[in-house]
């Protein structure tokens, strides 16, 4: 099957910094989604990017589909983006492959 | 529509006892997909129904696993005879066959086995 990685595992920012995740997927997908995890275990869609760029808010998403890596950017970070952030790339019949999370922690 | 609800938030269960955990899915969703979410790790698939057709079960863990979608809108995942490698967050998702758009995830099932 695809394979899904992220990086960094672990990020800790300051309230105020920028930061960038990436996902790297080992083969041609139809579609990639983000999610943030909150700290009850509920995964919110953030972004349905099959290629280009899409803003929401202070988060923006880039997938480069030949390329087969995407960016999640959180600028201006809060508290309230603290959790943990997968990508998952949607396989045949449209079941989810996720990658293992990036682990963000927003100090005040 | 409150979104994809999930029964119960916690279980805690011995080894050897069977749970059976309930989803309840976004109303006009007809797809409903099961995965199970260890510690540090991503969410991993295990079945899913259209409706209420299982059209895939390969990836349930082993035959002590099973899902049922009676009347293609509740859906029930069973473990029997839990074991304390099966612990771990069982999330549940439901959207519109065709398109990945709109997937919804439960807040989760959390089972501790002791």
């Known amino acids: 099957g695809i394979q899904v990685e992220q990086s960094p595992p672990d990020l800790i920012l300051q309230e105020g910094a920028n930061s960038t995740l990436r996902c790297n997927f080992s083969?041609?997908?139809?579609?990639l989604q983000w999610f943030h995890q909150n700290p009850w275990g509920q995964l919110i869609n953030l972004f349905y990017i099959p290629s280009g760029t899409k803003q929401n808010g202070r988060l923006s998403a880039t997938t480069v589909a030949t390329e087969r890596y995407s960016l999640l950017y959180i600028s201006s970070s809060q508290t309230t983006d603290s959790g943990v952030y997968f990508c998952a790339v949607v396989t045949t019949d449209y079941k989810l492959s996720f990658g293992a999370g990036t682990t963000v922690t927003v100090r005040a | 529509d409150t979104g994809v609800s999930q029964n119960p938030r916690h279980k805690i269960t011995k080894r050897g006892q069977n749970v059976t955990f309930r989803c309840d899915p976004i109303s006009e969703h007809n797809r409903l997909y099961w995965y199970r979410q260890t510690l540090g790790q991503g969410p991993e698939f295990l079945t899913y129904f259209q409706n209420e057709a299982q059209l895939e079960k390969s990836r349930l863990l082993s035959d002590r696993f099973s899902a049922e979608r009676p009347k293609g809108s509740f859906s029930t995942l069973e473990i029997q005879r839990t074991e304390q490698g099966d612990s771990a967050m069982y999330l549940c998702?439901?959207?519109?066959?065709?398109?990945?758009?709109?997937?919804?995830f439960g807040s989760g099932t959390r089972l501790t086995v002791v």
């Open positions: 998702a439901s959207s519109l066959a065709g398109t990945a758009y709109g997937y919804t």
């Open positions: 083969d041609s997908v139809n579609n």
